[in-house]
């Protein structure tokens, strides 16, 4: 049961990054659910699964990191963003290489907790968190000082807080997670997937197509996408209970395809006839709805909702930047 929720917990991690990192909030509760399980079940975290621990519980913080009601430590003084910037210390422990994007995110933590208190009118307790974010006089004073200053003034739409902002703090952090990606591409249980497609025969045919026609970025990133579908295939037969039609609506997600026969059937003629195919009216009205609902760069979400006559993700944002140009 300890190797297996080891691999679990692997896997778990690599999907709340995935989902953090595409933005899709109840997916990502649902993984971060898996993920807490897993980890309040550990008598004490293993040395290799250290890293793996405090990234999950950063990003669980991360995305509660506004929500001021939510509360991860004893002492309710606490905010989310304030329980994360100690999980951001934990990380910066184990790996030196990245010093500057290191700095970069505790400095962008640091501001938002003090941002996030003052959005909501909680100056006092703004104070307060300013002076046990730095207990030592001498660290980073400049921006100690910025901020107490900041805070006098009572103003949340200051340049400083404005500039060093919550959604710069989330894409530094998407920045850090693809790192962490590319560091972690298999594991055990992606592995064992592909060998139960392989077995069963289960999509083998259209996962194992060699991508055409496309650039270096796009074959990494089909190859990453196709390593999900597999994990995802596997977790269907190993839990049974899972509805097969979610399964499959992750596979057209993941892949950014409206199906995957089309890869089995037409291959190399379907690549060429998507390029050749002209964007109706109908479709730019859909991506531009898309956009509104879902926001700019979700584009497989916006391609599972719509109907685009089997274009993929990738066409989706290239068409809005034409679109955008356009107008």
């Given at each position: 049961?300890?190797?297996?929720?080891?691999?679990?917990?692997?896997?778990?991690?690599?999907?709340?990054?995935?989902?953090?990192?595409?933005?899709?909030?109840?997916?990502?509760?649902?993984?971060?659910?898996v993920?807490q399980?897993?980890?309040?079940?550990?008598?004490?975290?293993?040395t290799?699964?250290?890293?793996?621990?405090y990234?999950?519980?950063?990003?669980?913080?991360?995305?509660?990191?506004?929500?001021?009601?939510?509360?991860?430590?004893?002492?309710?003084?606490?905010?989310?963003?304030?329980?994360?910037?100690s999980?951001?210390?934990?990380?910066?422990?184990?790996?030196?290489?990245?010093?500057?994007?290191?700095?970069?995110?505790?400095?962008?933590?640091?501001?938002?907790i003090?941002?996030?208190?003052?959005e909501?009118?909680y100056?006092?307790?703004?104070?307060?968190?300013?002076?046990?974010?730095?207990?030592?006089?001498?660290?980073?004073?400049?921006?100690?000082?910025?901020?107490?200053?900041?805070?006098k003034?009572?103003?949340?739409y200051?340049?400083?807080?404005?500039?060093?902002?919550?959604?710069?703090?989330?894409?530094?952090?998407?920045?850090?997670?693809?790192?962490?990606?590319?560091?972690?591409e298999?594991?055990?249980?992606?592995?064992?997937?592909?060998?139960?497609?392989?077995?069963?025969?289960?999509?083998?045919?259209?996962?194992?197509?060699?991508?055409?026609?496309?650039?270096?970025?796009?074959?990494?990133?089909?190859?990453?996408?196709?390593?999900?579908?597999?994990?995802?295939?596997?977790?269907?037969?190993?839990?049974?209970?899972?509805?097969?039609?979610?399964?499959?609506?992750?596979?057209?997600?993941?892949?950014?395809?409206?199906?995957?026969?089309?890869?089995?059937?037409?291959?190399?003629?379907?690549?060429?006839?998507?390029?050749?195919?002209r964007?109706?009216?109908?479709?730019?009205?859909?991506?531009?709805?898309?956009?509104?609902?879902?926001?700019?760069?979700?584009w497989?979400?916006?391609?599972?909702?719509?109907?685009?006559?089997?274009?993929?993700?990738?066409?989706?944002k290239?068409?809005?930047?034409?679109?955008?140009?356009?107008?």
């Amino acid at each position: 049961e300890a190797v297996a929720a080891d691999w679990m917990l692997e896997f778990a991690c690599c999907c709340l990054c995935r989902h953090f990192g595409e933005g899709s909030a109840a997916e990502f509760r649902r993984w971060r659910d898996v993920a807490q399980a897993l980890i309040n079940g550990l008598s004490k975290i293993p040395t290799h699964q250290k890293k793996t621990v405090y990234l999950c519980q950063l990003l669980i913080r991360i995305e509660k990191g506004k929500n001021l009601e939510c509360h991860f430590e004893n002492d309710q003084r606490i905010s989310p963003l304030e329980s994360a910037l100690s999980f951001w210390a934990l990380l910066e422990r184990e790996e030196i290489k990245l010093e500057n994007l290191h700095k970069d995110i505790r400095c962008l933590i640091q501001i938002q907790i003090v941002a996030v208190y003052m959005e909501n009118g909680y100056f006092k307790e703004a104070a307060e968190v300013l002076e046990r974010l730095f207990t030592d006089s001498e660290t980073d004073k400049p921006l100690r000082v910025k901020l107490a200053t900041v805070i006098k003034s009572k103003d949340p739409y200051v340049p400083l807080l404005q500039s060093f902002s919550y959604s710069l703090l989330i894409t530094k952090i998407k920045s850090y997670i693809e790192l962490f990606m590319e560091e972690n591409e298999t594991n055990f249980l992606i592995q064992a997937a592909t060998k139960q497609v392989e077995s069963k025969g289960v999509g083998a045919t259209a996962l194992q197509n060699k991508p055409v026609n496309v650039n270096e970025n796009h074959r990494r990133n089909l190859k990453t996408k196709r390593r999900f579908v597999l994990s995802i295939i596997l977790l269907r037969d190993m839990l049974g209970h899972v509805d097969s039609s979610l399964v499959w609506m992750y596979t057209k997600c993941l892949l950014g395809l409206n199906s995957l026969q089309n890869i089995e059937n037409h291959g190399d003629a379907l690549a060429c006839g998507r390029r050749r195919q002209r964007w109706t009216y109908k479709e730019d009205m859909k991506l531009k709805s898309g956009v509104r609902e879902f926001g700019v760069g979700n584009w497989a979400k916006i391609l599972v909702h719509g109907d685009f006559n089997n274009r993929t993700s990738v066409m989706l944002k290239d068409r809005w930047r034409t679109l955008c140009r356009s107008d």
